[in-house]
């Protein structure tokens, strides 16, 4: 095995252990700002609190990834990250626990810019899409086991022990992360650093093709944040319990884990928007579908078909991103790639919840699909322009 192939291996996990101190904590964080006196609007400005420091730092963190390298920042943001999950051990109030999720946002901005950089710059020229998939399936990973893990642990154990756990394994991250040697051109001169701006991230956004990997992954966190609110409550009217929300959930992260692999296999052979598209459609006919299920397991069908979509979508859209910036823009890139997952989640959930609470349930996840619509359009105009250029050539 090749150093290369061993840091992206290492990185995949650092990702893993990077990002499952987050989802470990959403299942239980409104609980626990209950539990310390919080009332409903508190719980929300808690809970929402991480997701705006975390926009914020994952620009200024992708900056500063271009002019100085990827390993301190991101060794900085997950011991940041470990004091983070400590100190909520020691929240007596809510506004405690307030001060420490806007810190952990911030700490935990760093993560996502810096390892998505380290997994285009150690990707080999042909084997993009596969890199990407590794880093994928990393956040796949951590979100199945992060749901699953955090309310069993603090059901069973106590919040102050899931706190301890979490510390612990993103101390572990930041030792192997100090492992990773940076290659001699990860640290960008002065002189070649792009001067960032407002005009310089509008520019990244309205990128040909860039512009492609930008809004089509805020449309898969965007549906992914509507679907994990009404899900349950859809559940529900059919007569069955969270115990289902659960399977559903798990059906959905293991297809979108195991087929990225595959997915990223088929961008680098056959480019990234057949395979963008493909798993764009396969995304919009599943949320079609989904609230038209009558059973659980017509619903375990259609919640495969969305993870198969998924799986196939997010390493083609990922090595979009790589394929069209330059090495000294890897860090702002990724960080907007990043600001747009987080931002996605954060908005889609509440938008969907308020369309569902005027028009129902069923309704509010009928349109979720609409959010797709100008991402499979910009995919086939430029996957009609690729071939339109091949014709001419």
Not at 341 to 357: D, F, L, Q
Not at 372 to 383: E, Q, S
Request: net charge positive; with cysteine.
């Amino acid at each position: 095995m090749s150093l290369r192939q061993k840091i992206i291996q290492l990185n995949s996990i650092i990702t893993f252990i990077g990002f499952l101190d987050t989802h470990l904590l959403i299942p239980i964080i409104a609980l626990y700002a209950t539990s310390l006196g919080a009332n409903i609007g508190t719980v929300g400005l808690i809970v929402g609190l991480y997701s705006v420091t975390n926009i914020i730092t994952n620009i200024l963190g992708g900056r500063w990834i271009d002019k100085l390298g990827y390993k301190a920042p991101l060794i900085l943001g997950l011991c940041g990250d470990a004091i983070a999950m400590f100190l909520y051990t020691l929240c007596q109030a809510p506004w405690h626990l307030a001060l420490v999720r806007a810190f952990h946002g911030f700490s935990g901005g760093l993560v996502g810019p810096a390892t998505m950089s380290i997994m285009a710059k150690y990707a080999q020229p042909q084997g993009k899409g596969r890199a990407m998939s590794f880093y994928g399936i990393a956040l796949a990973a951590s979100t199945l086991i992060g749901y699953g893990a955090g309310g069993a642990i603090a059901s069973h154990l106590g919040y102050p022990f899931l706190f301890y756990i979490g510390s612990a394994l993103l101390f572990v991250g930041a030792i192997l992360a100090s492992i990773i040697s940076p290659p001699k051109t990860s640290i960008v001169s002065e002189r070649k650093t792009p001067s960032y701006n407002l005009k310089h991230i509008v520019g990244l956004l309205t990128r040909n093709k860039l512009s492609t990997s930008y809004v089509s992954v805020f449309a898969q966190y965007f549906s992914f944040g509507g679907v994990v609110a009404l899900l349950p409550l859809y559940i529900s009217t059919l007569g069955m319990e969270a115990f289902h929300v659960g399977i559903l959930l798990a059906i959905f992260s293991l297809l979108f884990i195991i087929v990225q692999f595959l997915g990223g296999r088929v961008s680098d052979r056959k480019g990234r928007l057949t395979p963008a598209a493909i798993g764009l459609g396969l995304g919009m006919i599943a949320l079609i579908l989904m609230p038209l299920s009558p059973n659980f397991t017509t619903l375990v069908i259609v919640m495969a078909l969305y993870g198969i979509g998924y799986g196939v979508l997010f390493p083609s859209i990922s090595a979009l991103l790589v394929d069209y910036t330059s090495p000294e823009e890897y860090g702002i890139a990724t960080g907007v790639f990043h600001a747009l997952i987080t931002v996605g989640v954060a908005v889609g959930a509440p938008i969907i919840g308020w369309i569902a609470s005027s028009t129902g349930v069923r309704i509010g996840l009928t349109i979720i699909f609409i959010i797709f619509i100008p991402a499979l359009v910009m995919t086939l105009i430029n996957l009609r322009e690729k071939s339109a250029n091949k014709i001419a050539s």
